[in-house]
């Protein structure tokens, strides 16, 4: 038996066809948001006209962090229906993240890139960052990420 796999890509164009068929317009407006982003990226002069999960994961993840400092913004405006409907958005955008790791998890995850790159102080901290941020793509935003790097070097 062969088990079709989907990409991401091809996960959002179907689930955009439901969402409009159950008349879902938050739904169906986001995912067209983020159908958009993913064409943007694969037709864009640096890529292959590929698009791997990876990637699809950092665009959602970087649109879902949009989404979060913009609902912030609307609140300290007394925006409170435009931060909702931000915050509609995002919600829609984390189902398709993969799960975010705990910070134990992602402390791990750090103690390996760590050994890996070698670094021994604080002054690795922007080769570990990147190779960190690589890591763990998707599954934890920067600044938890940055926060541990930061923690660990300096407990070396």
Known sequence: IKYLVMTLFEQISQDIM?????????RTNTLR?????????????????ELSD?????I??????????????FVQNNRQDLADEELAQVKV??????KALSLEEVKEAVLK???EVGATSLKDMGKVMGA???????QADGKTISGVVKEVLSSL
């Open 18 to 26: 439901a969402s409009m068929k159950a008349r879902d317009a938050v």
């Open 33 to 49: 948001n983020i159908k958009k982003e993913f064409i943007e990226a694969k037709t864009a002069p640096s890529s292959n006209g």
């Open 54 to 58: 990876a990637d699809a994961f950092k």
């Open 60 to 73: 959602i993840a970087k649109m879902v962090k949009k989404g979060k400092d913009a609902a912030d913004i």
């Open 93 to 98: 955008m984390e189902e398709y993240l993969p």
């Open 113 to 115: 890139v760590v050994a």
């Open 132 to 138: 960190a941020n690589k890591a763990l793509a998707g």
